[in-house]
């Protein structure tokens, strides 16, 4: 045996000295820009030999627009990819965001960074298609939601050729209700979907998120040439109509020019107002278009945009309606316009937001107005404290003698445990059925 043993030395021996003479070996070329990380032979303390990534973007070959500077090193990296729908429509569409969050799952917090704004053009990003947007720190936890702030989004349609549009957000936001999940030590890489929709033949179009084509985990390629052509600040085309506007190259105030300036070159001014109201089952609206101006014109459409809000949170898109009709007012006159659109409020809405655009011909600017008002029928906000009289249905009766069914469902925070006599606190809405829809509750502390 120690013949053995020591043959093998003699042979071990043989092996390093000659290693070490010979030149390193080389590791299989890895594709530029292919996004597949070098693979490193283990240590012997079965540690990778090599160093790890510094970063997800480093280990998906890509090096994002915007680092954050947080205060560990980046976790995640938040990609832009594009649903086809009716991209087509476009030769460019730019979104330029300026900022990105993500909402704690417990509802307490909200992790976000803004920064310079960055255009992305959407066109370039379908399929499996991205580009990696922000890489940054983002703490261990689980959370529900994440949003992009989006300052503008300009479209360069295909047909009428070189037309240049902008494509209003109500709330400067884009937002998906997903789950994302991070642990120490763990990078991610989230796709954020982007999808345009044409509202009928308004000639109007709608940026939502695409929550199927979006998540932590998704598939997604690197667009090496989009990537390289992402800039900060908006595209140079933006709010200019195609090749006929080179006068108006580098001077943006020509583009926003206000009613009075307009009235001074004989253009009109246009003044729109909006007084709108919830109804049992729809909301109606009067639109009044005023033609402060000695020119007639033609409104091509009035785009009607019905939103809601719950608690504080961000609006939600409920309905539309365009009316493409055609519409001229002589120079001087006022149109009034009265509409109703049919539309299902859900019951815990607190707050309907009406969005007006009004496009006329030969102008470049969409004219808008925006208010603001209650759903009908809106239960009012109620809170009592009261001992529980049974707990299938909840019943709870307060020190007044009125008793309330109360009802849980998915939303309803509920704190400390629930017993038959039991003191509770509960705040709520009180509904037309008498019953309360509980928006939180809170228990008896149970003993340790």
């Not at 979006?214 to 667009?223: F, K, P, T, V």
């Not at 583009?255 to 709108?276: F, L, N, W, Y």
């Not at 307060?398 to 509920?414: A, C």
Request: charged share 30%.
């Amino acid at each position: 045996m120690k013949k053995t043993y020591a043959f093998v030395a003699a042979i071990l021996t043989l092996l390093l000295v000659s290693t070490a003479c010979a030149p390193a070996a080389q590791p299989p070329a890895t594709p530029e820009g292919s996004g597949i990380p070098e693979q490193a032979a283990p240590s012997p303390s079965g540690t990778s030999g090599a160093e790890e990534p510094a970063s997800p973007a480093e280990a998906a070959g890509v090096e994002a627009v915007v680092v954050s500077e947080g205060p560990s090193d980046p976790n995640v990296l938040l990609l832009i990819s594009d649903e086809a729908d009716d991209i087509t429509d476009f030769s460019e569409l730019s979104a330029v965001i300026s900022g990105v969050g993500f909402v704690m799952g417990d509802g307490e917090g909200i992790i976000e960074e803004t920064f310079e704004p960055v255009a992305v053009n959407l066109v370039d990003l379908t399929g499996e298609a991205a580009i990696a947007l922000w890489e940054g720190y983002v703490p261990e936890g689980d959370y529900t939601k994440v949003f992009l702030y989006v300052d503008e989004v300009w479209g360069v349609l295909v047909d009428p050729e070189g037309e240049t549009i902008e494509i209003k957000l109500p709330s400067n936001k884009l937002q998906l209700d997903v789950p994302v999940h991070i642990e120490e030590g763990e990078p991610i890489d989230f796709v954020f979907d982007i999808s345009v929709h044409s509202a009928g033949k308004s000639g109007q179009y709608i940026l939502k998120p695409q929550l199927t084509e979006s998540g932590q985990g998704m598939l997604y390629r690197i667009n090496e040439q989009a990537q390289e052509r992402l800039h900060t600040g908006r595209p140079d085309w933006a709010g200019k109509q195609g090749d006929d506007d080179e006068d108006d190259e580098d001077d943006e105030d020509e583009d926003d020019q206000d009613d009075e300036d307009d009235e001074d070159e004989g253009r009109p001014g246009i003044d729109v107002e909006t007084d709108a109201e919830a109804v049992e089952g729809a909301v109606t609206s009067t639109v009044t278009i005023e033609n402060d101006s000695d020119v007639d014109v033609t409104v091509l459409t009035v785009t009607s945009t019905i939103y809601w809000q719950v608690r504080g949170n961000d609006w939600e898109y409920l309905e539309e309606l365009v009316d493409d009709a055609g519409y001229a007012i002589a120079a001087g006159d006022t149109l009034p316009l009265e509409y109703e659109i049919p539309c299902d409020v859900p019951e815990e809405a607190r707050e309907l937001r009406y969005v007006v655009e009004v496009v006329i011909d030969g102008r470049d600017k969409t004219f808008r107005d925006t208010e603001s008002f209650e759903p009908w029928g809106l239960a009012s906000e109620i809170e009592f404290e009261g001992t529980i009289d049974s707990l299938d249905p909840l019943t709870i009766s307060t020190g007044e003698g009125v008793s309330y069914e109360v009802v849980v469902d998915d939303e309803t925070e509920v704190e400390g445990e629930l017993a038959v006599g039991g003191e509770v606190e509960v705040e709520g809405i009180l509904r037309a059925d008498g019953t309360v829809l509980a928006f939180e509750i809170e228990g008896e502390e149970g003993d340790d």
